[in-house]
């Protein structure tokens, strides 16, 4: 059966990623997952991601119990389940981080900083936290849903990172160094240019990696970008994947077909609907989702302004237009012969399909779409036997309209 062997070196890392965090004379910041980590870095902070703790929570199936705790403080079920699931953590003081390495939950934070590229709700979910812990808290809150990031939009965001120094520079006692920003950032863009070639391995059949692989292996480019530790990391993750593709092994002898992911994944049925596909010959070798932590545009030589732009044109950022041309670029560079849309409940700013775009795909590209109902956490929203019948049935119908091969 086929394995990727750097899995062990990952799970090593995340593991004394989490129990770093025992360490209470370190100072903390908590970050949105496309947040500006290398700029907390550079102040010394070791960087939380509630984020993160959600995806765990929806991958141990925690949420289900969790969710309902946060409707008693007014947050509505129907909204972002990350946010409802790590709240209802914190007030039922329940998480797996307990169980898996002994902290009683997330480090308490000396600062929160917010992103709001990709939702308002991260605003709404950190400022709660920096009310019960009273804790400084600061933000960006760029222009959304931008069709080309123009030297506007750079200007201002960029104005925005410096903002927030004088907060940081108090909440770390240090002084803002921009040698550290540029070293950060330096190791950060070799990070993430590595995490783009890992990804694009995939181009190849068969493909080393499937999207289910890598949402796993994208765990330290979300926590620890700006560390050697995630450079080097994917440094090794390439070497290996890149030797399978010129031994031809992948995660399938034959490919029947190959399609791209779109939206988030359902973190509590990872294993099931990797499985499915695999038994379908089906290779899942592409998404929007694990792209969100490939940044082209760092560049030390202008640290503000090449984050404000890597943060500024992420993927979930962009208007329906700028997504169906990346969308288009993807499908042929990964020789796509159809596209799966989950529409998670709890998250509209995921979802892609509900304002016509695999109508559009199907009509621009040629390639058959489907959209699947779901949720990032909440179970409840996701029915497995529906599904599977519905992937099943779309394989098939790919199989007879394949434009690829
Ligand atoms: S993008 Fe969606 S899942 Fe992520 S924090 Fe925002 S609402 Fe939640």
Redesign the pocket.
Known sequence: MYKIETTKIMKEIMSNYFLGMKDARKKYAWC??VGPAELLRSFGFEVHFP?NH?ALLGATRSSGDLIPESASLGYNND?????TSDIGSYLKKQTPLQEHYGLEGPPKPDIIVYNTN?????QD?FTYFAREFNCPIVGITPPRHVDEVTDVHINDVSNQFKAMIPACEAASGQKFDIDRFRETLQLSKEATDLWKKVLWTATASPSPISFFDATIHMGPIVVLRGTQVAKDYYTTLLKELESNVRNKVGFLEKERCRIYWDG?PIWGKLRPMSELFLQNHAAVVASTYCNSWVFDAFDVEHPFESSAKAYTEIF?NRSEEAKEKILARLVEDFRIDGMIFHD?K?????SNSRFGMPQRITEKLGIPTLVVEGD?CDLRFYSEGQTTTKIESFIEQIENSKVYS
């Open positions: 949105t997952s984020e959600g909204i972002c389940s990350y946010l990709q939702c308002r709700e991260v979910w988030m979930i998670a709890t998250c509209a700013n995921n990032l």
